[in-house]
């Protein structure tokens, strides 16, 4: 187990957002985050990162409980790709360098160049690498956020709707590049998602999320027609496209 979130939960003022969300992880595994918009995927995840302060409930990475640790110590532990984030005007190298932060003391060392240039290597884009951020295409800067992620070298990665603003073969691009990243089995993944079908592609568990709440939880299996009218309010039939479950709703 790399990752084990307990009975989180976190509220805005008086609101609860997320509701005793328990479940765990294992390296090499990718969970998909499914719910309709609001149903607390993105607070979900920024309570992991600790980017919000859950009220309850507690995060343990590795067996170390976040609350213990400095914001540098998440860091190097868990990598964020959030939905929105602009292009600054670095270039590729500087803003995927911003990655080993974390491990700096006064400054980027040897180690880190190499491992940024190993990552740029690792995700296919070392021919950006002096490219400004604001020249990339979406596809492209996904892609730089996922390498500015790796950087960090953390035991898991969040990502926060990442095919959101990408055509259909960015998507696809991006998420065989997830499942590689977590094929090395030494990385995991948790991914908040829009798209059903893209999720039954590539991810190996999924947690439906319902008001802030856990509706269920585990493999395939828990993808149904009951589940996906509870959940998103429509009815739908699943049926088999190439080996792959395919939600089709229904007129």
Request: hydrophobic share 45%.
């Amino acid at each position: 187990m790399i990752l084990h979130v307990e009975e989180l939960s976190f509220a805005y003022r008086s609101k609860e957002v997320i509701t005793n969300i328990d479940f765990s992880i294992n390296a090499g595994e990718i969970i998909a985050l499914l719910g309709r918009n609001g149903a607390g995927k993105s607070t979900l995840l920024k309570s992991i990162n600790r980017l919000l302060r859950p009220q309850k409930g507690r995060v343990l990475i590795e067996g170390s409980d976040t609350r213990s640790m400095t914001p540098a110590q998440v860091a190097r532990k868990i990598g964020w790709v959030p939905q929105h984030t602009e292009a600054s005007k670095l270039t590729v190298f500087d803003f995927v360098l911003l990655g080993r932060k974390p491990h700096f003391t006064w400054g980027p060392r040897k180690e880190d160049i190499t491992t940024v240039e190993e990552v740029l290597s690792r995700v296919g884009i070392e021919d950006l690498a002096l490219r400004s951020c604001d020249q990339l295409s979406g596809g492209e800067f996904q892609q730089v956020q996922i390498a500015r992620a790796l950087a960090q070298e953390p035991a898991v990665i969040l990502f926060d709707e990442p095919t959101s603003s990408l055509d259909l073969s960015n998507q696809y691009h991006l998420m065989k590049m997830v499942r590689s990243i977590a094929s090395d089995g030494r990385t995991a993944a948790v991914m908040a998602l829009h798209d059903i079908n893209l999720a039954l592609r590539f991810a190996d568990r999924f947690l439906l999320l319902k008001d802030g709440k856990l509706f269920a939880a585990g493999g395939r299996e828990v993808i149904t027609e009951v589940a996906i009218k509870a959940v998103y309010g429509i009815e739908a039939t699943i049926i088999d496209v190439a080996g792959s479950p395919t939600i089709v709703p229904k007129s």
